[in-house]
Every structure is written in structure tokens, then in C-alpha cells.
């Protein structure tokens, strides 16, 4: 879950510092007064929680700073490093991948290649290629070198700091966990930070809780989550006891229990924890509440995972109407969107589908390299035409997307192999969903997209 408040507080504690901390070699100007305009109205945005403006804000800052004080500067490499950390919050990980990369290079420069002040450069790192892997972009070598690497720096600098490295290797875990799960080193690992915390807390301390999660999520296993069970619940009776008056903290152990059951053991078990951590907010918070929108998200998705439309329709509406209303939820926004998306073409309500399909393409603009995705997307069936041929193909389709998200125009622009590929690639683009294009604030139609079926038996 996103805590913004003190995600903010973080960012420009880092950015105050260093505000102070920067000595510009005799720059322009010129140039600088525009630095210290667009750190100023940075700042300011961080303040009132207008994540994406502050992004833009915090990107002018960054360029301007390289561009004056050079790559070999703090404030370069500070900026760097928080360009990179709001593109992640906002949903942005390609991109963010980029710049967290640049900014290791920048820190490494600046402060040396094993310095304290790349730790939390790596872990940021670390953390987008986990959600990179996700959506098979990113590299799992590269986020556990990541990783570790932050360890070693932490142990070389503080070695007899056991806390600090526990915490530490907790985080390293908790993002190792999601992108290698089958990775015995992970329950060693955090295994070692729980002896620490108990050893130095005490067997019933909420320190705890954070690595025993991490632990049931080690312990997942598809469609048997009795360990990963025996964690979570380890951990909520915990929170209850230090906390007895606090139903709030409870309802998030609650959520994040569910969400991690339906998502790395696709058990119905999760639905028990969703309901209870909904009904705590609900009761605690009321309905509006950003909190009480969250849980009925997860509702709605562990309803969806079970084929349940209409519970599924009903739980996600009720999130979106609190959830759009805050810029700063833009990726659970979005997420509510697309799954209304499937869940009313499944249901051939392709009108009601457009809605949000409109309202993605508000949200998210296109980028000049961006690499369209559908919205909404059938697989071809195997042509039984081409039942006996044993080599496959390919077909790569050319198409319109137009002010709807509905494919236009759609016509075989290359292909191989048996001539029914081309019929099957065919229908199955025709039922393709897409967020349109907007230019000045409208839907227009972008020709030209391309697709490659491959056929394989």
C-alpha cells in the first residue's frame, strides 16, 4: 500500500538538505534563477501532494541542475535519485529504470562506487525491476545484483550496526521475494532478520511484523497458503496485541495478507482476510476514506479472479469513485479502470468499456516510444486448418486504433507459414481494446499499430 504523506516528508527532508548543502560553481544566472524556480515549485507541490505536477517540476530541476552544476555534483546526484523515486510512484518504471540507472552512475561519481549515500539508490533500483518483472521488462540478475549490493555497502560501512542490516535485509528480501520465489537464499535471509529483531525486541514486538510478511510471502505456495497462513497470522495477532485500540493498523496487516494469498497462491483463503481488512476501514474510517477504496479494490479483483462480474463490477466502481478523486492513487486509478475494462467486454458491454478506456487515456498519455499495449486482449485460437502443420508462424497485423480504443482498418502486413494464421490473427485483433490517443485533451485515432501473432503447436 502507498503512504504519501510520509513518502513526502522523506523526499523533501532529502531535498531541504541538500538545498542547503549545494555551492554551484559561479553558474548563469539566468539559469539558476530558473533552477531555483522550478526546485521552489517543486517543493511547494510536494507540500499539497500533487504528485504528478511535482514530477514534472522535479524533472526541470534535475536537467537544469546537470546542466549548471554538472554530474559530478550532489545536487545532481540527490535530484537524480528523486526524479527516479517519483517516476516509480506514479507508475512510470520504464522510464524510472532509466534515470535510477543514470543516478547510480551520478552517485557513484559523486560520492564513490561504494558509498553509503548509493544504498538507497539501489534499493529504489531494486524495487523497479521487481515491478519490471512484472510485466516481463525487467531483469531479475540485475535487481538481485542490485540488492545485494546495497547489503555489502551497509555491512563495509556499518558493520556492527545489526538493526540497521536487518532492516535492511528485510527490504532486500521483501522485493528478491517477488521476482524469485522459488530463491531458498530469500527465507535465509530473512530468517536471520527475524532472530535479530527477536533477540533484540523481544519474541511478541511489532518489529516483527514487516519480516514475518515477508516471510509468509517466502513461504507461498499455488493454491496452499497454510504456512504462508501461519505468517500473516503471526503477524496480525501481534499488531492486536501491541495495538488493541488501533482496528486501522490491523485492517492494513488484514489487506496486505489478502492481496499477498490471491497473488502469489491464487487461494480462495485470501477472500476471509479482504473482507475483514474492508469492514475495519469501513468502520474505522468510513466509506469515502482512501483506505476503506483500497480494500474495495482488492475485493473487487479477488472477486474478478474468481469470476464473480458482478460482485467484482460492484466492489471496483465504489473504489474508483473515492480513488479518482486524488491524483496521488493515479496507479490504483488506473488499475480500477482496466479491470472494469475486461471485466465489461467479457461481458459484452464494449459501451460501458469505452468509459474507461477514455478515462485511462486522460490518466495515461501516450509517449513517442511508447510500446502500445491492449487494454483488453483475446489470444488466437489454433486454426484446426493448420492442425497438421508442425512448423508454426507468425503474422504481424497492421491496424487503426480509433477515438474508441476499437481496432480499425486491421490488414495482414507480413507473415509466415500456413495461410489460416492470418485468418486467426485476424478475428482475434478485431476484439482488441485499447486506451486512445489524446491530443489537446481529445481522443484521436493513431493508424499504424502493429502486432505479431506467433503460432506454435
Given at each position: 500500500m502507498e503512504h504519501?504523506?510520509?513518502?513526502?516528508?522523506?523526499?523533501?527532508?532529502?531535498?531541504?538538505?541538500?538545498?542547503?548543502?549545494?555551492?554551484?560553481?559561479?553558474?548563469?544566472?539566468?539559469?539558476?534563477?530558473?533552477?531555483?524556480?522550478?526546485?521552489?515549485?517543486?517543493?511547494?507541490?510536494?507540500k499539497?501532494?500533487?504528485?504528478?505536477?511535482?514530477?514534472?517540476?522535479?524533472?526541470?530541476?534535475?536537467?537544469?541542475?546537470?546542466?549548471?552544476?554538472?554530474?559530478?555534483?550532489?545536487?545532481?546526484?540527490?535530484?537524480?535519485y528523486?526524479?527516479?523515486?517519483?517516476l516509480?510512484?506514479?507508475?512510470?518504471?520504464?522510464?524510472a529504470?532509466?534515470?535510477?540507472?543514470?543516478?547510480?552512475?551520478?552517485?557513484?561519481?559523486?560520492?564513490?562506487?561504494?558509498?553509503?549515500?548509493l544504498?538507497?539508490?539501489?534499493?529504489?533500483?531494486g524495487?523497479?525491476?521487481?515491478?519490471?518483472?512484472h510485466?516481463d521488462?525487467?531483469?531479475?540478475a540485475?535487481?538481485?545484483?542490485?540488492?545485494?549490493?546495497?547489503?555489502?555497502?551497509?555491512?563495509?560501512?556499518?558493520?556492527?550496526?545489526r538493526?540497521?542490516?536487518a532492516?535492511?535485509?528485510t527490504?532486500?528480501?521483501s522485493?528478491?521475494?517477488?521476482?524469485r520465489?522459488?530463491?531458498?537464499?530469500?527465507?535465509r535471509?530473512?530468517?536471520?532478520?527475524?532472530?535479530?529483531?527477536?533477540?533484540?525486541?523481544?519474541?511478541?514486538?511489532?518489529?516483527?511484523?514487516p519480516?514475518?510478511?515477508?516471510?509468509?510471502?517466502?513461504?507461498?505456495?499455488?493454491?496452499?497458503?497454510?504456512?504462508?497462513?501461519?505468517f500473516?497470522?503471526?503477524?496480525?495477532?501481534?499488531?492486536?496485541?501491541n495495538?488493541?485500540?488501533?482496528?486501522?493498523?490491523?485492517?492494513?496487516?488484514s489487506l496486505?495478507s489478502?492481496?499477498?494469498?490471491?497473488?502469489?497462491s491464487?487461494?480462495?483463503?485470501?477472500?476471509?482476510?479482504?473482507?475483514?481488512?474492508?469492514?475495519?476501514?469501513?468502520?474505522a474510517?468510513?466509506?469515502?476514506?482512501h483506505?476503506?477504496?483500497?480494500?474495495?479494490?482488492?475485493?473487487?479483483?479477488?472477486?474478478?479472479?474468481?469470476?464473480d462480474?458482478?460482485?467484482?463490477?460492484q466492489?471496483t466502481?465504489?473504489?474508483?469513485?473515492?480513488?479518482?478523486?486524488?491524483?496521488?492513487?493515479?496507479?490504483?486509478?488506473?488499475?480500477?479502470?482496466?479491470?472494469?475494462?475486461?471485466i465489461?467486454?467479457?461481458?459484452?458491454?464494449?459501451?460501458l468499456a469505452?468509459?474507461h478506456?477514455?478515462?485511462?487515456?486522460?490518466?495515461?498519455?501516450?509517449?513517442?516510444?511508447q510500446?502500445v499495449?491492449?487494454?483488453?486482449?483475446?489470444?488466437?485460437?489454433?486454426?484446426s486448418?493448420?492442425?497438421?502443420?508442425v512448423?508454426?508462424?507468425?503474422?504481424i497485423i497492421?491496424?487503426?486504433?480509433?477515438?474508441?480504443?476499437?481496432?480499425?482498418?486491421?490488414v495482414?502486413?507480413?507473415?509466415?507459414g500456413?495461410?489460416?494464421?492470418?485468418?486467426?490473427a485476424?478475428?482475434?485483433v478485431?476484439?482488441?481494446r485499447?486506451?486512445?490517443r489524446?491530443v489537446?485533451?481529445?481522443?484521436?485515432s493513431?493508424?499504424?499499430?502493429?502486432?505479431?501473432?506467433?503460432?506454435?503447436?
Open positions: 504519501p504523506r510520509l513518502f513526502i516528508f522523506f523526499v523533501l527532508l532529502v531535498l531541504n538538505a541538500l538545498c542547503y548543502a549545494a555551492e554551484p560553481p559561479a553558474p548563469d544566472n539566468e539559469k539558476l534563477q530558473a533552477f531555483n524556480a522550478s526546485y521552489a515549485e517543486f517543493e511547494d507541490l510536494l499539497t501532494e500533487r504528485i504528478e505536477q511535482a514530477l514534472q517540476k522535479c524533472r526541470e530541476a534535475f536537467e537544469l541542475a546537470r546542466e549548471i552544476f554538472g554530474e559530478s555534483h550532489k545536487t545532481t546526484a540527490e535530484l537524480s528523486n526524479y527516479g523515486l517519483l516509480n510512484k506514479v507508475g512510470y518504471y520504464p522510464l529504470k532509466d534515470i535510477l540507472t543514470e543516478a547510480i552512475a551520478i552517485h557513484e561519481k559523486v560520492y564513490g562506487t561504494e558509498a553509503f549515500e544504498i538507497p539508490v539501489l534499493e529504489q533500483f524495487e523497479t525491476l521487481a515491478f519490471l518483472n510485466k521488462g525487467g531483469d531479475s540485475a535487481q538481485s545484483s542490485a540488492l545485494h549490493r546495497a547489503l555489502n555497502i551497509h555491512k563495509k560501512h556499518n558493520p556492527d550496526d538493526i540497521g542490516y532492516d535492511l535485509n527490504r532486500v528480501a522485493q528478491l521475494v517477488k521476482t520465489p522459488d530463491d531458498t537464499e530469500v527465507p535471509m530473512l530468517d536471520e532478520s527475524l532472530a535479530i529483531y527477536e533477540e533484540e525486541y523481544g519474541s511478541n514486538a511489532i518489529q516483527l511484523v519480516v514475518l510478511m515477508a516471510l509468509g510471502d517466502a513461504n507461498a505456495k499455488p493454491f496452499n497458503p497454510s504456512k504462508q497462513k501461519s500473516y497470522n503471526k503477524a496480525l495477532e501481534i499488531t492486536k496485541d495495538f488493541p485500540d488501533d482496528p486501522v493498523r490491523y485492517a492494513d496487516i496486505e489478502g492481496q499477498h494469498i490471491l497473488w502469489f491464487k487461494s480462495v483463503d485470501a477472500k476471509s482476510y479482504l473482507i475483514k481488512a474492508h469492514s475495519g476501514y469501513e468502520k474510517l468510513g466509506k469515502d476514506n483506505k476503506t477504496a483500497l480494500s474495495a479494490l482488492a475485493l473487487g479483483e479477488y472477486y474478478f479472479a474468481t469470476q462480474h458482478k460482485n467484482s463490477e466492489y466502481l465504489s473504489a474508483l469513485n473515492t480513488l479518482s478523486s486524488n491524483p496521488n492513487y493515479r496507479n490504483y486509478t488506473l488499475r480500477a479502470h482496466g479491470l472494469l475494462v475486461v465489461y467486454e467479457r461481458g459484452y458491454k464494449p459501451d469505452t468509459e478506456l477514455l478515462a485511462i487515456g486522460k490518466i495515461a498519455p501516450w509517449t513517442p516510444d510500446d499495449q491492449p487494454a483488453f486482449r483475446v489470444n488466437p485460437m489454433f486454426p486448418d493448420a492442425f497438421w502443420d512448423k508454426g508462424g507468425w503474422t497492421d491496424f487503426t486504433i480509433d477515438q474508441t480504443g476499437r481496432v480499425q482498418d486491421a495482414v502486413e507480413n507473415h509466415e500456413h495461410l489460416a494464421y492470418q485468418k486467426a485476424l478475428k482475434a478485431k476484439k482488441f485499447y486506451a486512445p489524446f489537446d485533451g481529445k481522443p484521436v493513431t493508424p499504424h499499430i502493429k502486432i505479431k501473432f506467433t503460432f506454435e503447436k
